[in-house]
T-cell receptor
């Protein structure tokens, strides 16, 4: 079972920031938070990951609360192409290599 | 798709026949993975490889075998396909030290009738 809880769906207006929450209240000290997304019928795409500090890359920002029990993925200016299912995954670094547990994720719909 | 090619993209076969899916990468990454994706189950790891001739089982390995004779190729074989193996199969790759930063292929839709 996934160790994370995400809302099943969210809407966002094109051009606005999309803030996707994830609850991982049982995360352990050596587990990272990873975000992937899957656009319809394509393979999942890695977005970002972090341990405890906030992270930013060209795709998104990841904000992790100080107690690490929850995080938020931020797409700063959502476009129609960001419509996808977003998966939040917690995983220890390198343990059980590649055995990611993809839960149901959040279906983000970006609307014009 | 980060230099990952899966073939075939679509396949329809009959129960009891052998099927081989191929994953080819041009990135020279050490790790390669096979996942399947089914409604209600998300993606599940079938087998993975951590080098040439080095493979290990994932969560749902029963009924599947793999081989990796070259860095760039990872083959998934269904020795005797069953209807329960109808699924979308994804190959993924990652590099040493990259943790769980995986790059996925475009998938193979397999239908076993």
């Amino acid at each position: 079972d996934a160790k994370t809880t995400q809302p099943p769906s969210m809407d966002c207006a094109e051009g606005r920031a999309a803030n996707l929450p994830c609850n991982h209240s049982t995360i352990s000290g050596n587990e990272y938070v990873y975000w992937y997304r899957q656009i319809h019928s394509q393979g999942p795409q890695y977005i970002i990951h972090g341990l405890k500090n906030n992270e930013t890359n060209e795709m998104a920002s990841l904000i992790i609360t100080e107690d690490r029990k929850s995080s938020t993925l931020i797409l700063p200016h959502a476009t129609l192409r960001d419509t996808a299912v977003y998966y939040c995954i917690v995983k220890d670094y390198g343990g059980s290599q590649g055995n990611l547990i993809f839960g149901k994720g959040t279906k983000l719909s970006v609307k014009p | 798709d980060a230099g990952i090619t899966q073939s075939p993209r679509h396949k329809v076969t009959e129960t009891g026949t052998p099927v081989t899916l191929r994953c080819h990468q041009t990135e020279n990454h050490r790790y390669m993975y096979w996942y399947r994706q089914d409604p209600g189950h998300g993606l599940r790891l079938i087998h993975y490889s951590y080098g040439v001739k080095d493979t290990d089982k994932g969560e749902v390995s029963d009924g599947y075998s793999v081989s990796r004779s070259k860095t760039e190729d990872f083959l998934l074989t269904l020795e005797s396909a069953t209807s329960s193996q109808t699924s979308v199969y994804f190959c993924a790759i990652s590099e040493v030290g990259a943790g769980e930063k995986l790059f996925f292929g475009s998938g193979t839709q397999l239908s076993v009738l």
